[in-house]
């Protein structure tokens, strides 16, 4: 691993290189290296999860008069798994986890929730190393120019609610959902759901849940309606 690369591309210098090291491994690499000098993540992540939030807090107080729920909304939408995992895959942290056989195979939902996880880490660990306006400094630069683009295309919105008021406000017609088909075992179901607009079905969706898969339906019909 070159420690050095990724700290050219944080635009930060270490002092304490293992902090950065430290933010970087997962619980899983620990199982299969247990001699390994350093701890987990998980602890880092708690602290950078609460630096992020401050930061993103403080900026959108004094930059926006809006009232409180609007900010709210953008800053969940800049701080969710979606939008850290995008950060993370930008900086090429991929390439720097340290993670078991596994976990390194897997590309899927559980490599975001991994790289979610270590860009909090690592805004933890630079908070720890050179203090609140270096980790500042980084949410500064990576992270809340994405606040131009979740205003413009209304990312802070959920899916449901957009497609709801857009229904509304071009055909006048509250859409309705429905489920069109579900298997799997009890701990494990899967839910196909089909969005309508009276009795057109206008977009479907699949997920773990039904909400889910009312999410990705709305999703689908926005964009087969071109309403986006």
């Not at 107080?61 to 953008?74: D, H, I, R, S, V």
């Not at 899927?108 to 720890?128: D, H, P």
């Not at 889910?212 to 964009?223: L, M, R, S, T």
């Amino acid at each position: 691993m070159e420690l050095e690369k990724l700290e050219s591309l944080l635009d930060l210098s270490f002092n304490n290189k293992d902090l950065l090291l430290q933010a970087l491994t997962h619980r899983s690499y620990l199982n299969e290296n247990p001699k390994f000098h350093l701890d987990h993540n998980e602890r880092l992540e708690f602290l950078g999860d609460a630096v992020l939030e401050l930061v993103v807090t403080e900026y959108l107080y004094k930059n926006f008069p809006n009232p409180e729920g609007e900010l709210t909304a953008w800053r969940a939408s800049l701080v969710n798994s979606k939008m850290l995992a995008s950060v993370g895959t930008t900086l090429g942290i991929n390439d720097s986890l340290l993670l078991s056989k596994g976990e390194a195979k897997d590309e899927g939902r559980a490599r975001q929730y991994i790289l979610t996880n270590t860009v909090e880490a690592i805004i933890g660990s630079m908070y720890l190393d050179q203090g609140y306006e270096a980790a500042s400094k980084f949410i500064h630069k990576f992270i809340l120019p994405e606040l131009n683009t979740i205003i413009k295309e209304n990312l802070h919105k959920d899916a449901k609610s957009l497609f709801q008021e857009l229904a509304q406000e071009k055909v006048g017609i509250t859409p309705f959902y429905d489920v069109l088909k579900e298997w799997g075992p009890d701990h494990a179901r899967h839910f196909k759901v089909g969005v309508f607009l009276d009795e057109e079905m206008v977009g479907e969706g699949e997920g773990v849940s039904k909400q889910e898969a009312q999410q990705e339906a709305a999703k689908d019909a926005i964009e087969k309606k071109n309403w986006n």
